[in-house]
């Protein structure tokens, strides 16, 4: 069983940074695609990055392409947000998750863990 932590959420203005940061305990971290996924209130969760085991593969929702940056500590056993230039839109509880497999995943059923969230809010 893999459990997630994530971290580093909060309150910001618009055009500020955030990092999140996702702590993973148990399982095999370092054979896991992990992801990013975020549900603002009202809809539906939504892919925002995704990396493979390696950290070598990554890929982004349109919407935050150029913006944030996904990236992983395999021996920290970390898996982290990079979020850049947030505009009120990015509002929104932020997800960790983690598959059972090595590959990237962009589908929320894809994936096998989940972490409680992380509250970002951005103000204009």
């Known amino acids: 069983q893999v459990q997630l932590v994530e971290s580093g959420g909060g309150l910001v203005q618009a055009g500020s940074s955030l990092r999140l940061s996702c702590a993973a305990s148990?399982?095999?971290?370092?054979?896991?695609?992990m992801g990013w996924f975020r549900q603002a209130p009202g809809k539906e969760r939504e892919f925002v990055a995704t990396?493979?085991?390696?950290?070598?593969?990554?890929y982004y929702a349109d919407s935050v392409k150029g913006r944030f940056t996904i990236t992983r500590d395999n021996a920290q056993k970390t898996v982290y947000l990079q979020m850049n230039s947030l505009k009120p839109e990015d509002t929104a509880v932020y997800y960790c998750?983690?598959?059972?497999?090595?590959?990237?995943?962009?589908?929320?059923?894809?994936?096998?863990?989940w972490g409680q969230g992380a509250q970002v809010t951005v103000s204009s």
């Open positions: 998750a983690a598959k059972k497999t090595s590959l990237t995943g962009i589908r929320v059923a894809q994936y096998d863990y």
């Open positions: 148990g399982g095999t971290f370092g054979a896991s695609g």
């Open positions: 990396i493979n085991w390696s950290g070598l593969t990554t």
